[in-house]
């Protein structure tokens, strides 16, 4: 009997891994890596949800934060008196940008922001409002590196 179930165990701690594995790559696939730095691992996806102006692309971005990029973000916002209660679980930030791929100094503007635990509870939120303040791409920066990857190419 105790062999029974210990047999039972392992198929359910199977089953679970293997549920574990498949919604990790499930998620995985709805996004794309473009680098890595010192604050984490980046990802992107398109965001198709509204039509933007000719030349602007929407993307949708995601930090995961590493263990010394959360506290240089925490401190961050500890330093422009943003509160950071909580903020001992955040996991990752997402931002939707609008990049102006057509401009020839390479623009953005921040539409969303949203801090977020690793079970998806926001710890923040912020919106843009409809006056889009532009500001160029700092070169070599992740952001740059994702307008070489989603604006089209210019002819």
């Not at 499930?26 to 000719?54: I, M, R, V």
């Not at 401190?75 to 509160?83: C, L, Q, T």
């Amino acid at each position: 009997m105790t062999q029974g179930m210990t047999r039972q165990t392992r198929i359910i701690i199977a089953l679970v891994f293997s549920i574990t594995l498949i919604s990790l790559s499930l998620y995985a696939a709805d996004w794309t890596s473009y680098g890595k730095d010192e604050d984490g691992n980046h990802f992107y996806k398109l965001d198709t949800s509204a039509k933007p102006s000719p030349g602007i692309v929407r993307v949708l971005t995601q930090v995961m934060f590493n263990a010394e990029g959360k506290a240089r973000y925490i401190e961050k916002r500890k330093k422009y008196g943003f509160p950071t209660e909580g903020y001992d679980t955040l996991s990752h930030r997402n931002v939707l940008y609008e990049l102006n791929c057509f401009s020839k100094k390479r623009e953005y503007s921040v539409q969303k922001v949203y801090e977020l635990t690793a079970d998806g509870k926001t710890l923040d939120y912020a919106r843009a409002g409809t006056y889009k303040d532009w500001q160029e791409t700092p070169p070599g920066s992740m952001l740059d590196r994702l307008s070489t990857i989603v604006c089209p190419q210019k002819r």
